[in-house]
């Protein structure tokens, strides 16, 4: 029976409601929530509970209200303090675990209601999205890829899914399927993983068509991390749903802008994740090392002068993007390397200083970024009849992108989320 302590209506209002798709602000906004789903939303003078019903009010004055942020892209086994990937791999399954219960509620803490996890080591993706689940551990909506598919040595082939061969991704892909993966992620160049080379591609295109076909063949995305060109032009090729990074680095080290590429991209509506906030995270995280310590070793000073000019580089090629009409989605790529979790408010400032409107960007994390991922129907918009999960913030984000860092509230599925350090 219900609790008769618990109201049958929750009633939040603030200066104003933005509701995540993209249109004007609702000012001086209401949000009627009852049990774990949206009953109205609209002027605080017209949402009202029902005549005689139980309702709790909760004011944000100051405030706006937003759909509950959706990340996609996040690594819930990294733990955001530098380590790189071959450190987290040597990490036993259980420590891994652990992070990830730590990482899961720092993102609710921070407003994300629900993520897409794109690779962790063996089963503890599965795992964190089925303690979820059960309650067991508080956090959001977990969309899960498990294991990336990666070539022998390539990039996190570490993670346990290395292929190589039509035949041998193809048994990768129904493996991950069968294990019960949401969605498939494919590292299609390399990346920071030492043994691979992030300016080529690493699987060719009959092996990643092949991937892409047996995902949407069980009705699974497909998204492939790519940082070169020639990467992009298979992925292309292949039929991926998103390219995650997209960066056109070629293999003499050169980045050069493709606009045929992105032409390519823009017709077919592919999603873009370019990943703006982690190169941000890189810079901070090294000079919080200077500043801790009082200098940088000169590798560390060579990687900071790197990641500074990349920064520059990826800016100017996602401004030329979305000059060109890619469809930009946000996603944090945290807790990887140095971004700690929760970081998608960053993803979402980022991709305004890239050229997006504020209003696109905030679209970009929610209803947007839901669409991308395959959970638009219950994720990202505040509509009568959605899941429950609102954002509080202090200020507008329509002026300000930062306000929507400064979170006052999360519910999640209709409860306020009692957001504790960890």
Not at 70 to 80: E, F, I, M
Not at 355 to 372: D, H, K
């Amino acid at each position: 029976m219900p609790d008769p302590a618990t109201p049958a209506f929750r009633l939040l209002v603030a200066d104003r409601v933005i509701d995540g798709s993209g249109g004007p602000a609702i000012e001086h906004g209401a949000v009627l929530l009852s049990g774990d789903q949206v009953v109205a939303v609209g002027p605080a003078s017209q949402v009202r509970a029902p005549d005689g019903a139980s309702v709790e009010v909760t004011k944000y004055d100051g405030g706006s209200l937003l759909p509950g942020y959706v990340d996609a892209h996040t690594h819930v086994v990294a733990p955001g303090d530098g380590t790189p990937g071959e450190g987290v791999a040597a990490m036993s399954d259980d420590t891994l675990l652990m992070i990830a219960v730590a990482n899961v509620r720092r993102m609710l803490n921070n407003g994300v209601t629900t993520a897409r996890e794109n690779g962790a080591k063996n089963r503890v993706g599965f795992s964190i999205r089925d303690g979820i689940r059960r309650g067991i551990i508080p956090g959001p909506r977990m969309v899960i890829s498990g294991r990336p598919i990666a070539t022998t040595g390539g990039h996190l082939h570490f993670f346990g899914q290395a292929a190589d061969g039509v035949e041998g991704v193809r048994h990768a892909t129904r493996v991950l399927i069968a294990d019960g993966a949401d969605w498939i992620k494919i590292t299609a160049t390399g990346g920071s993983t030492r043994s691979s080379d992030p300016l080529r591609p690493s699987f060719t295109t009959e092996e990643l068509r092949t991937i892409v076909d047996e995902a949407h063949n069980r009705g699974k995305l497909a998204a492939a991390h790519t940082t070169a060109t020639a990467g992009i032009e298979r992925v292309l090729d292949a039929g991926v749903d998103m390219i995650i990074h997209c960066v056109f680095w070629n293999p003499d080290g050169a980045y050069r802008y493709r606009a045929d590429l992105v032409d390519r991209i823009a017709a077919d509506g592919r999603w873009a994740n370019p990943t703006l906030h982690t190169q941000q995270t890189e810079i901070d995280g090294l000079e919080g090392k200077r500043a801790r310590q009082g200098f940088l070793s000169p590798e560390d000073e060579a990687e900071v002068a790197g990641a500074r000019a990349s920064m520059e580089t990826l800016l100017d090629g996602v401004r030329r993007m979305i000059g060109q009409g890619v469809r930009m989605t946000a996603g944090s790529d945290t807790a990887w390397r140095w971004g700690r979790a929760g970081g998608l408010a960053g993803e979402v400032y980022q991709l305004g200083q890239a050229g997006l409107s504020n209003a696109q960007a905030i679209v970009a994390g929610t209803s947007g970024s839901a669409e991308s991922i395959g959970v638009s129907d219950t994720a990202g918009l505040l509509r009568a009849g959605r899941q429950a999960d609102v954002v509080a913030v202090d200020g507008n984000p329509l002026d300000d992108l930062r306000a929507m860092a400064r979170i006052r509230d999360v519910w999640l599925a209709g409860r306020r989320v009692e957001r504790t350090a960890v």
